[in-house]
């Protein structure tokens, strides 16, 4: 499917299915002038018959059984005060949505795009244009008939503004793929994702953008004195990958950055087993964070952002039961040195994410920034759309919430509460990985702290709520949501500002 913009009108475009958005009040007069100019009065009065409001979500489509477009949905926008960039993208899903059902090859979209920046107009109608027609088909036997529309054109841009639109559309392009091989990863099934397809996927972005790999094994692991993060994978038959990626710039990096992702590509709890009402079998999405950063470095890769080097670090295991699997009440030792005793084999992400985490402040980066659907405590706090974030560095807090607003995905900023430091105190061990339920998200981040450098400016993020919508939400179509990716390559485009 091709995207481009063009200053074309509604009015004069010709196409197969032509998409209007109209506004709810009396703003709509223009746009009804333009329906009627181009479609006649009967139109209009077919939109009153139908009681069309043009209330935000409200979308109706005709066939006109002519030519040139053959098909019109109009999409309502509600008022014009509430109409920013979250709006836009979700009318133009909307709009894109009903047209490519009506089986059009071209699509034209006009909306009022008055007070928007052209390039952000654009990206933002490109990217919900193509987030919204995703669908997954790899493991269907055959694949279901989908009609997808070979072009749409985004109209009514202003003449001067093309060659930046363009480039917009363009680096959407590169993002959305992120978002999509996020997506992809998520959604495939615990028996095909293993931590060395994970490795291989790895692989084949370090192959096709030129990107350095480095993948350690188990041994190489223990040779590092990563026993937290060996302890979790040792209850699995399949090997543990950790996996460090990195995108260096052509000339000098002012920047380095590391993207730290959990990467369990099944959590079944260990010896603390989930049971029944604990989504076991949903556990599978337990490598969302190593999804996203994976999804962000082919998209970083892609657009080749100059003065930063950014690495990507994933300890990709499974957690399983066996006799070898580790025991809870187990004590093991971090490779900063730290004594962990595992009172819950269920709190498995967090003794990945201490030694990639350590690995991750070694290379003496500007920022660390993790992704890890690290706590159920979190989706209970902030539910399936809002991640929340946890970081000492207010600059960083900051930058990543203005990346994550640009991309449309929501962040909260939750407390790093020290004093709840002490639901982790051990009789016998530095620390227990678990502390008690209430404020559990909480003392996993600030489990996590203990094992950052300092001085480095560090932020988590607990996407356990927003890797998967059962129903689907915004431009995500029911299933793996690919969260992450446009607030990490936003942030990382930005120069990873702290
Ligand atoms: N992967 C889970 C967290 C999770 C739960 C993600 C639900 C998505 C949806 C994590 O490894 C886990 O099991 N966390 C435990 C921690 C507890 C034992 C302290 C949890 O949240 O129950
Ligand atoms: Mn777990
Ligand atoms: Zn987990």
């Known amino acids: 499917m091709e995207i481009r913009c063009s200053s074309t009108t509604a009015q004069d475009w010709t196409g197969e299915a032509l998409v209007v958005g109209l506004f709810s009040d009396g703003a709509s007069q223009a746009s009804q002038d333009l329906l009627n100019a181009r479609f006649g009065a009967a139109l209009n009065q077919e939109l009153e018959r139908r009681r069309f409001k043009a209330k935000a979500g409200e979308s109706v489509s005709f066939s006109l059984l002519g030519p040139q477009p053959g098909a019109v949905v109009l999409v309502g926008l509600g008022e014009p005060a509430a109409f920013g960039s979250e709006q836009l993208r979700q009318a133009t899903a909307n709009g894109i949505k009903a047209a490519a059902a009506t089986g059009a090859g071209s ?14 107009a654009a990206s933002a109608m490109a990217e919900a244009t193509r987030l919204i027609q995703f669908s997954d088909q790899r493991f269907k036997s055959e ?39 996020a997506r992809e990863l998520v959604a495939a099934p615990p028996n095909v994702l293993t931590p060395t397809a994970l490795a291989e996927t ?36 399949l090997p543990p990958k950790f996996i460090h990626l990195t995108y260096r710039p052509a000339g000098t990096a002012e920047r380095r950055l590391v993207l730290v992702g ?29 999804a996203a950063v994976l999804g962000a470095m082919r998209a970083i890769a892609e657009l080749k952002p100059a003065g930063v080097e950014v690495h990507m670090i994933v300890a990709a295991c499974e957690n399983m039961i066996s006799g070898g699997a580790i025991h809870p009440g187990a004590i093991v030792k971090a490779s900063n040195g730290k004594t962990i005793e595992i009172n819950n084999t269920d709190a498995e992400g967090r003794l ?42 207010d600059g960083l807090a900051d930058a990543l919430r203005n990346a994550a607003e640009q991309g449309g995905e929501n962040l909260w900023r939750m407390p790093l509460r020290a004093s709840y430091r002490a639901g982790l105190k051990s009789g016998l061990a530095d620390m227990k990985n678990t502390g008690p339920r209430p404020g559990g998200s909480i003392t996993a981040a600030l489990f996590l702290q203990d094992f950052v450098n300092g001085e480095i400016p560090w932020a988590h993020l607990d996407i356990a709520g927003t890797v998967w919508s059962d129903k689907g939400r915004g431009l995500d179509p029911a299933g793996a949501t690919g969260f992450g990716v446009r607030t990490l390559v936003n942030w990382v485009r930005a120069g990873g500002p702290t």
Do not use: H
């Not at 990107?211 to 004195?225: F, I, N, Q, T, Y």
């Not at 087993?273 to 949903?282: C, D, N, P, R, V």
């Open 143 to 181: 694949s279901e008939p989908k009609s997808t529309p070979s072009s749409v054109e985004l109209l009514g841009l202003p003449a001067a503004a093309l060659n930046e639109a363009s480039a917009a559309i363009s680096s959407t392009a590169a993002i959305c793929s992120g978002v999509e091989l």
């Open 262 to 290: 959990k990467g369990l590509t099944f959590d079944s709890g260990g010896y603390n087993l989930k049971t029944a009402g604990s989504q076991i079998e949903m556990m599978k999405y337990d490598m969302g964070g190593s």
């Open 352 to 393: 990945t994410l201490a030694d990639a985490l350590v690995y991750a402040c070694k290379l003496e980066p500007d920022a660390v920034v993790d992704l890890a659907t690290l706590t159920g405590a979190c989706v209970i706090a902030l539910g399936e759309e809002i991640a929340g974030l946890w970081s000492p560095n």
């Open 107 to 120: 699509l034209g979209i006009a909306m009022p795009l008055e007070g928007f920046a052209p390039a952000a």
């Open 202 to 237: 790895a692989a084949g972005l370090a192959r096709d953008f030129g990107l350095e790999l480095k993948v350690l094994e188990r041994s190489d692991c223990e040779a590092l004195g990563m026993g937290s993060y060996l302890a979790v994978a040792q209850g699995s038959d």
